[in-house]
């Protein structure tokens, strides 16, 4: 089936491990071009899964959209042009340059000097230049994670999949993350949906955001909208408040968990 609608439009998706299923039937949208949205839920929520139902992995049934096109009924290799996801965990590096490695996420896409070219600057972007010479075996966590997210960006894929990819990066890292996502929206038009556990960040980066729980959309909406003391007792079951700081920036003051 098709449709007119322009954007990211997710129809009644469903995703199961063997007969466990995990979303049910998961509506949203049409995204428009250019937009950020980030995923909130707790964990085991369902946010990993849903990802990879819309990247097309695993078992999945329902209706992903892109300008209209399901994208199920293209070939891998066009629907890898599109949707780019980046998973929660990378897997153990090889003994390759980080440069190397960015360069081959985009062998196929581009030639060799393009692809050094978009490599460095991807790195540049994330302030990630001082690892490309690194090997990619040798680098840490959080290292590793930004290497992932320039083979992700370097792609220039219109719909950006980032599994919670702040979650290693110290403080500094993470803004220039959440700037970079900000910058492809805006200059390049890519839809970027991030799952993150940084309600803050959530709330500075995101135009909107999501909300997951037990494998079903419970809100979605302007920050400012969705992001409210009641949200964070049955979402996240924590006694918080939601106040704007001297900066006029909304931040969340966490005063306890609740009995659940
Ligand atoms: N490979 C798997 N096989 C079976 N169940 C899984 C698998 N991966 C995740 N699950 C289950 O699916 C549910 C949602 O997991 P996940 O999508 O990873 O949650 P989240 O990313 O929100 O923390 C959990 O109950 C988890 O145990
Ligand atoms: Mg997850």
New binding site residues.
């Given amino acids: 089936m098709t449709s007119e609608v322009n954007g990211l439009l997710i129809r009644k998706l469903a995703v199961a491990?063997g007969r466990?299923k995990?979303v049910r039937s998961f509506s949203l949208g049409p995204v428009p071009r250019g937009a950020v949205l980030a995923l909130l839920?707790p964990?085991?929520?369902?946010?990993?899964?849903?990802l990879r139902g819309i990247a097309g992995l695993g078992s999945a049934s329902g209706e992903v959209l892109f300008d209209g096109i399901d994208l199920a009924r293209l070939s891998r290799v066009e629907r890898a042009k599109k949707i780019v996801y980046m998973p929660?965990s990378q897997p153990p590096g090889i003994a390759l340059p980080v440069i190397e490695a960015v360069m081959s996420a985009c062998s196929g896409l581009m030639g060799r000097e393009a692809a050094m070219r978009q490599g460095y600057d991807a790195l540049a972007q994330l302030g990630a230049s001082d690892l490309s010479m690194q090997l990619l075996s040798e680098l840490s966590g959080g290292q590793r994670q930004m290497v992932a997210l320039a083979q992700a960006i370097v792609r220039r894929p219109d719909v950006l999949l980032l599994d919670e990819p702040t979650s290693a990066l110290d403080l500094r890292h993470q803004i220039r993350v959440m700037e970079c996502a900000t910058v492809l929206a805006r200059e390049q038009g890519t839809i970027v949906l991030a799952?993150l556990h940084d309600v803050p960040l959530a709330l500075r980066y995101a135009d909107t955001v999501a909300v997951?729980k037990g494998g079903d959309l419970m809100a979605h909406g302007e920050p400012e909208m969705i992001v409210t003391p009641q949200m964070l007792a049955d979402i996240y079951g924590i006694e918080a408040r939601v106040e704007r700081c001297s900066h006029g920036r909304i931040q969340i003051m966490v005063d306890g968990t609740l009995a659940q």
């Fill in positions: 491990y466990k995990v839920g964990n085991a929520a369902g946010k990993s899964t849903l929660q799952v997951l």
